[in-house]
Structure formats: structure tokens, C-alpha cells
């Protein structure tokens, strides 16, 4: 729990949420559309989850990019192609069930609420009008609404601007550790919740303090409310 002076709770104004692996659970069918793409486009096919969850985050070129960084693939020239297939791809293989518990979460958090997520602004808005309703949040910042993806804490910032509320006013939700690398550039404080990620408490090691990774969602519901009250 986040104490202040005294061992007292700090009050909160806001949440920025992540999207993918935080809210619904679209990871896995994100990571099949991109393994699909990088194989048809580009042939490689020696893409693992871990790859993917580890680079969670990023907009979809620069991700693609790093992916052929790491694979040593020389035809950068390509990123385009790839991840206008991955988006291709996701809307035909698209699961984006919420979260066991989520729902009740954001209906029933007395707070301003936003989702910073690094996929594309159709993508985003579609998942969020269908499992929650779009005006339950007071911000939506998406790959489309940015220059730089996660780490770069561009997103949160803005989203900070739009909910009219300080660093210090807010905490962020995230499950990947570009996104708990941002919260930290953007000085908010950042939960991470594990939910289904094939990532360990261990890849985020200096990152974010232990106490502060819960295995799902869910688990945040007090603390959240806690924050969040009065």
C-alpha cells in the first residue's frame, strides 16, 4: 500500500489503467496476431510470448522495429508492412474479455480514471466501449495520440493534462515493464499486476517495489478503493 506520513494512506485523484493484460485479457490473441505477421511479412518465426510481453508498450512500429533488432533482421524498410498485418490479423483473432473483477473496479472507484495503452486508437476504443462503456473514463491516450511509445512517459503526461491532476495525485496500473519504466519517467507511482503474463515478479526487479505486484487485477479493488475515497 502507498503510505504517507505516519504509515497514512495517500489519497488519490486518479488511476491511469493500461489496457492489454491490465483490464481485458487481450494479450494473447495480440502476441498470435504478431506472430502471424512477423512469419507471413517477414518470416520469422522464432518470436516467443515472452518476447512480445517484454516490449508491451511501445507503439506498434517501434516494436516491430526492436523485434528485428533482436532478431537481426536487416530490412527495416519493412515495419510498416508488419504492423499494418499484425493490426490486419488482431481484429480477425480479437478476445478482449475484461478481467474477472474489473468491471465492478471501475463502475464502483470514486476517482477520475484514464487508459494509457500503446495499440492503435480503433483498437482501444472498440475494447473499451464494449466491456466498459467509453465515458466511464475521463482520458483515452492510444499509439495514435503520441510520438513516442512506453518507456517515454509521453502518455501518461498527457493523460495527466487531460484529467487536469498532478503526478503525485495519480497512480498507474501496468503489466509490463516498459510500462512501469514510463510511470516512474512520468514521477507517478505504478502497481503492476501479473493477471496471465508469462512474466515473473522478477522482471521488474528495480523497477517497482515487490509489495507492489499483485498476481491479478482484482486484487487491487481495496487498495484502489482505499485510495480513492472521500
Given at each position: 500500500m502507498l503510505l504517507g506520513k505516519k504509515g497514512v494512506k495517500k489519497k488519490k485523484k486518479g488511476i491511469i489503467f493500461d489496457l492489454?493484460?491490465?483490464?481485458?485479457?487481450?494479450?494473447?490473441t495480440h502476441v498470435q496476431a504478431w506472430k502471424t505477421a512477423f512469419a507471413k511479412v517477414a518470416g520469422i518465426i522464432s518470436i516467443t510470448d515472452r518476447d512480445v510481453y517484454l516490449l508491451e508498450g511501445m507503439r506498434g512500429r517501434e516494436l516491430v522495429i526492436k523485434i528485428f533488432e533482436q532478431k537481426n533482421f536487416p530490412d527495416h524498410s519493412l515495419a510498416k508492412t508488419v504492423h499494418d498485418e499484425k493490426s490486419k490479423v488482431f481484429k480477425t483473432v480479437r478476445s478482449s474479455k475484461a478481467f474477472e473483477g474489473v468491471k465492478e473496479i471501475i463502475n464502483n472507484?470514486?476517482?477520475?480514471?484514464?487508459?494509457?495503452?500503446?495499440?492503435?486508437?480503433?483498437?482501444?476504443?472498440?475494447?473499451?466501449?464494449?466491456?466498459?462503456?467509453?465515458?466511464?473514463?475521463d482520458a483515452i491516450i492510444t499509439a495514435d495520440d503520441i510520438k513516442k511509445g512506453k518507456p517515454d512517459p509521453s502518455a501518461f503526461l498527457e493523460a495527466l493534462n487531460k484529467m487536469e491532476l498532478e503526478p503525485g495525485q495519480v497512480v498507474v496500473v501496468e503489466n509490463a515493464p516498459l510500462g512501469a519504466k514510463a510511470a516512474n519517467n512520468a514521477g507517478i507511482d505504478c502497481y503492476v499486476v501479473l493477471n496471465n503474463?508469462?512474466?515473473t515478479r522478477s522482471d521488474f526487479d528495480g523497477i517497482v517495489p515487490e509489495d507492489r505486484i499483485l498476481d491479478k487485477t482484482s486484487s487491487l479493488r481495496k487498495p484502489l478503493g482505499e485510495m480513492c475515497r472521500g
Open positions: 492489454d493484460g491490465v483490464l481485458v485479457n487481450s494479450m494473447p472507484i470514486r476517482c477520475r480514471k484514464a487508459v494509457v495503452s500503446g495499440s492503435t486508437k480503433h483498437d482501444v476504443e472498440t475494447i473499451l466501449e464494449e466491456e466498459f462503456g467509453k465515458d466511464k473514463f503474463t508469462p512474466l
